[in-house]
């Protein structure tokens, strides 16, 4: 008798475990005491979205079909079949946003060196890779992509060659599952600006160091191109990494990124570009308005950022880091955002909010955070745009991405559904009714 | 008698004038606009006249003859932003050779050439709150500015009528400053309490002394020797006398619970905390003993005792009754502060009347000023901003800046150099790729050079 009670109460005991197993997935947005929400792939359908494809114009009442990490259908009346289905009614789907430059991953905490992992030692290290030192689980990662920014431009700084940026996709947990397929080596053409306003330096000693750091770029470079040539001749060359990274330079396998920023070194840079013939991207670019003309007629594309900054002169109208993307766009110039921030690189769609209204204008401020950092990162057959066959990079958002209003609903990087949560909401959902509240003493 | 009027005639002959009449005051019609009066809800087709820089009335179809009249059909408009914590049109910020520097005042500092304050009233900001750094655990007096660019004299940039302010600061950058740099107390946050608890009890016993002096003096033919005058321990004892708003810079849960009980215990109000990181975990706390907290919109991560903070802290803290701002701290942050407060409905889902009320009237409750400024209504400053779109919009643009009536920012008529002076200097113009972000720090840097330059991108 009392085996029978035992075995009837395992039966139910069976029956509530699996009925809690069978409900749990409906809890997925909840959660509890001591339980993680991982990222998740699979297939699933988002339904009745107004679907910004930004290169195929809008699709009303649409839906996108995500399998296997790929866009596998876009359009109306997409049978869900075996897939998981997401209402998206009243809301929008946007490919995921790209910040063309930015320290997230490669720093912790700002003021702490044991967590600066961004600059090295030297003034040519164009072999540092910035990919290697990206931290995976940094906390500032899924701070990020919550606001639809999904893919980054790990960019090293420092010397004249601080090292090799890479694309990175902020989902994955080693290096090469962020990797995005693009590298690019960095260097800071000698400058003519003064780092920040506290920079005190003579203009005679500024001139005199831009003079020597051009000098030695030069020497620099005709060093690379020495060592591309012997390669290529095959001759037995000694360890030279620094020069084994810029010889790719050399060869056109990677572009250079010309971080620049003063109207005269941009002309000098463009100059320099041409003359040695090299794949390049201009990045900084702040003074880029006054010059437009002559980069749109380089062709060389601009990666520039971030907008919410001071006019570089005091005599330049107040809204002149507001209206440099568009007065560049308008010249002709393909224009690529970024944040140049590390922790608050969620704030890429403010910045390209400010670039649309002071005249960008909405569609091409979008597409300088979406297809146009694809095709200047050469990643556009596989990203940048909501179209079938492309990754599964994309949000999902009850409105324009680029308004403070906005909230971003659901995203998905490589195919993957990443837990709309980071430590900011849980902050929030810890402390906005903390208990115990105010205990009078 | 003969004598008073030739001394008063003498002084207006060189050039003083009774309340502050240099400034000038304006008068403006401005038709048909949405207005945010953040007080008393949104008005539609709503005018707003203005009579010698005073709100005079607000309703339909006002008319007024002589005055400038503005069509904002479509626009909107709402009252002067204002920055509870910047460091804007100050020549220096820091005294930081001691941990008690309350004898010092922003007021002797201030530069009316700052561009900056021109690319405040471009981002519609009409007063700011000059504060010195924060490298002391109590520094000196702030002061409150009216952003009446245009006049090379400081005293016209002074906002007469606001409430006196002092700088306190808790946490890491006292205790660089102070125990790391100079070997002397704060070397830690024991030491900063231990700081400021000693400068309360100094100014009680200061306050005793003179006391006593004062009271020995009404014994008839006594003469009693006075005690030697201390500034900085008057200032003191106006704080414990409810004369002076403390606004404190503060990061961690800790370091704000434990000034909270430490001003409980001296009695004192009047306190505001600034920055104030973690100021969500000690919400109920703020709520019911302080005038609240001066918060950034999501700044965090830039140095380690603001890396446990949340960009929901201004939502956290309004829901919990905390009156809250949000600030600059910055050259560039000012020019934005209502995208600043509209990041507050990303992080949040504030409505737009808390939204605009972080940046117009809580600020304006903190510095002492908001029968003054704030909102709009009959009776208040003239301080206003018309903007072509909603301002919580990433898409609004300023159009019109207005202080006291008088219009000092105007997107068509902007001759995009608005520098006052140019000094001599200056003939190759200096391009500067970004501003030196946060100035609480500024001028005590030479004791962290060992740090390297990164340190100094954002610090505060």
């Not at chain 2, 009446?148 to 946490?171: C, E, H, Q, V």
Request: charged content about 20%; hydrophobic content about 40%.
């Amino acid at each position: 008798m009392e085996d029978q009670n035992i075995l009837k109460m395992k039966k139910i005991n069976q029956i509530i475990f699996t009925v809690a197993l069978l409900v749990l997935p409906l809890l997925a947005n909840a959660q509890f005491d001591g339980e993680f929400i991982k990222p998740r792939n699979g297939r699933f359908l988002l339904q009745n979205a107004t679907i910004v494809t930004v290169t195929k114009g809008n699709i009303e009442n649409g839906s996108v079909l995500i399998s296997n990490g790929k866009i596998e259908a876009v359009g109306k009346n997409i049978p869900a079949g075996d897939a998981e289905v997401i209402d998206c009614t009243g809301h929008f789907i946007y490919p995921g946003m790209f910040d063309g430059g930015s320290r997230l991953g490669l720093v912790e905490v700002n003021s702490v060196p044991e967590t600066q992992d961004y600059a090295e030692i030297g003034q040519v290290t164009p072999n540092m890779q910035a990919l290697v030192a990206v931290n995976p689980n940094s906390v500032a990662i899924p701070v990020t992509r919550v606001s639809g920014v999904t893919t980054t431009l790990a960019v090293p700084s420092g010397g004249l060659f601080p090292g090799t940026a890479a694309l990175i996709n902020l989902n994955g947990y080693t290096a090469d599952q962020m990797y995005a397929g693009f590298k690019g080596v960095v260097m800071n053409f000698p400058s003519s600006a003064r780092r920040s306003t506290r920079d005190r330096r003579s203009d005679e000693d500024i001139k005199k160091e831009a003079e020597k750091a051009e000098k030695t770029l030069n020497e620099i470079w005709e060093r690379a191109v020495t060592f591309y040539q012997l390669k290529k001749a095959d001759a037995a060359l000694d360890y030279y990494p620094e020069m084994e990274q810029l010889a790719k330079v050399v060869a056109g396998e990677l572009p250079l990124l010309v971080e620049v920023n003063a109207a005269s070194d941009i002309t000098l840079a463009i100059a320099w570009i041409q003359s040695k013939n090299v794949k390049a991207i201009l990045t900084g670019v702040a003074e880029g308005w006054r010059v437009a003309d002559k980069i749109a007629a380089s062709k060389i594309p601009v990666i520039t950022g971030p907008m919410l900054s001071i006019p570089t002169r005091n005599s330049d109208r107040f809204d002149a880091a507001y209206t440099n993307p568009g007065k560049m766009a308008k010249a002709g110039v393909k224009v690529v955002i970024r944040s140049n921030d590390a922790e608050n690189t969620r704030n890429l769609p403010f910045n390209a909010g400010f670039a649309a209204a002071y005249g960008m204008g909405k569609e091409e401020a979008l597409k300088a955070v979406t297809i146009n950092a694809a095709e200047v990162f050469g990643v556009a057959d596989r990203m940048g745009s909501i179209e079938q066959g492309k990754d599964a990079t994309l949000f999902v958002s009850t409105g324009d991405p680029f308004e403070t209003k906005t909230q971003i609903r659901h995203v998905f990087i490589d195919g993957y559904r990443v837990p709309m949560s980071n430590r900011h909401i849980k902050l929030y959902q810890e402390f906005l009714q903390r208990s115990p509240g105010l205990v009078e003493n | 008698m003969k004598k008073t009027i030739f001394i008063i005639a003498a002084l207006l002959v060189m050039g003083w004038n009774p309340a502050n009449s240099q400034t000038q005051k304006g008068s403006v019609l401005i038709k048909n606009a949405t207005v945010l009066t953040i007080t008393k809800g949104v008005l539609e087709d709503t005018d707003v006249l203005v009579e010698n820089g005073i709100i005079k009335k607000i309703g339909r179809g006002l008319t007024a003859s002589n005055v400038t009249t503005i069509d904002a059909k479509g626009k909107y408009v709402m009252p002067g932003i204002i920055d509870a914590h910047s460091h804007v049109a100050l020549d220096a910020v820091n005294e930081g050779t001691a941990p008690i520097t309350s004898e010092v005042r922003m007021a002797d500092v201030i530069d009316p050439y700052d561009i900056g304050l021109y690319r405040a009233l471009a981002g519609g900001v009409t007063v700011s709150h000059a504060m010195h750094g924060s490298a002391n655990a109590i520094g000196g007096q702030n002061i409150t500015l009216k952003h009446r660019y245009g006049s090379g004299n400081p005293d016209d940039l002074i906002m007469k009528d606001a409430a006196r302010t002092i700088k306190f600061a808790l946490g890491e950058n006292p205790t660089r400053v102070h125990g790391r740099g100079n070997g002397i107390q704060p070397r830690s946050r024991m030491g900063v309490e231990a700081v400021i608890r000693n400068g309360f009890n100094d100014a009680i016993q200061y306050k005793k002394t003179w006391e006593t002096y004062n009271n020995a003096l009404k014994v008839k033919g006594a003469t009693p020797v006075p005690p030697k005058y201390s500034e900085r321990l008057q200032t003191l004892v106006d704080i414990l006398d409810g004369k002076i708003i403390i606004h404190c810079h503060s990061y961690r849960a800790d370091e704000i619970y434990m000034l909270i009980n430490v001003c409980r215990e001296f009695g004192i109000t009047n306190i505001v905390f600034s920055h104030v990181n973690e100021g969500f975990k000690v919400a109920p706390e703020l709520a019911a003993y302080t005038m609240g907290a001066s918060v950034f919109a999501d700044w965090w991560a830039y140095k380690f005792e603001v890396y446990y903070s949340t960009a929901y802290n201004a939502a956290i803290l309004t829901q919990n009754g905390v009156i809250t701002s949000i600030n600059s701290d910055s050259g560039e942050l000012i020019r934005h502060l209502y995208h600043e407060a509209g990041k507050a409905q990303r992080y949040g889902e504030l409505t737009d009347e808390q939204t605009l009320a972080l940046i117009t009237i809580n600020p304006a409750k903190q510095l002492g000023i908001a029968d003054k400024v704030g909102s709009i209504e009959e009776g208040k400053q003239a301080d206003l901003v018309i903007f072509n779109d909603h301002p919580l919009s990433v898409y609004a643009i300023p159009q019109m800046t207005f202080v006291d009536g008088v219009k000092y920012f105007d997107i068509n008529e902007d001759p995009n150099d608005m520098r006052l002076r140019v000094a001599a200097t200056e003939s190759i113009e200096p391009i500067f790729l970004k501003e030196h972000d946060h100035k609480c720090m500024h001028g005590v840097d030479f004791f962290f050079t060992n740090f390297g330059r990164s340190l100094f991108d954002h610090e505060h």
